[in-house]
């Protein structure tokens, strides 16, 4: 259901194109077929101080925005957060930096349990995490955080990209879910 919470999002109180935003900005996953309730989205907005819009997650299994995005208090940045986005170059980046012969069990397992690969090298080569994931950098995640950059009236330095791949998982129907790491439900605490 897209009417649960984890679809359902806010930003920290910002300011964009001279409009305060004191409580933040709402914001949720769907498109015009697949949706949240359209009650609650209606009243959302018409609350209008906080503006909410919508971002197309229905290329996803659970099609939930906390599946790629999240915010994190950070004292250093401008305005004391940083947007974090799932980012598939930033995950092949770091995979390339890693020991080739680095096990990952985790992916070693054999099918439908794992994906047959056995170290990073495995991971590395495999043409079709690789195309996959290019497809959803390409035509989702880079557009998408555009739209995000804009309406949020994000910098460069306030963005973090999350290191991120994704895998079609059976019982998805070719829609993706996180494969690494899965920042859906990502949380902060301050220990």
Do not use: K
Not at 41 to 48: C, G, R, V
Not at 172 to 179: D, E, K, S
Request: charged share 20%; aromatic share 10%.
């Amino acid at each position: 259901s897209l009417d649960s919470f984890g679809n359902l999002e806010v930003s920290p109180p910002l300011t964009v194109d001279g409009v305060h935003y004191p409580f933040g900005r709402i914001y949720y996953g769907g498109d015009e077929a697949l949706h949240p309730d359209r009650e609650l989205t209606d009243f959302l907005a018409s609350q209008q101080i906080q503006d909410p819009f919508q971002v197309d997650t229905t290329w996803l299994c659970v099609s939930h925005i906390d599946e790629v995005s999240s915010f994190v208090p950070d004292a250093s940045a401008p305005r004391g957060f940083r947007f974090v986005w799932a980012d598939t170059g930033a995950a092949w980046q770091l995979l390339e930096s890693m020991d080739g012969n680095l096990g990952l069990a985790r992916y070693a397992l054999a099918f439908p349990g794992g994906h047959n690969l056995d170290n990073v090298d495995a991971f590395l080569d495999s043409e079709a995490i690789r195309l996959l994931n290019d497809e959803i950098q390409e035509d989702y995640l880079d557009p998408l955080l555009e739209l995000m950059t804009e309406e949020l009236g994000l910098s460069d330095e306030e963005i973090l990209l999350m290191p991120s791949l994704f895998d079609e998982p059976m019982g998805c129907g070719g829609y993706v879910a996180a494969l690494i790491p899965g920042m859906a439900n990502l949380f902060v605490t301050n220990r």
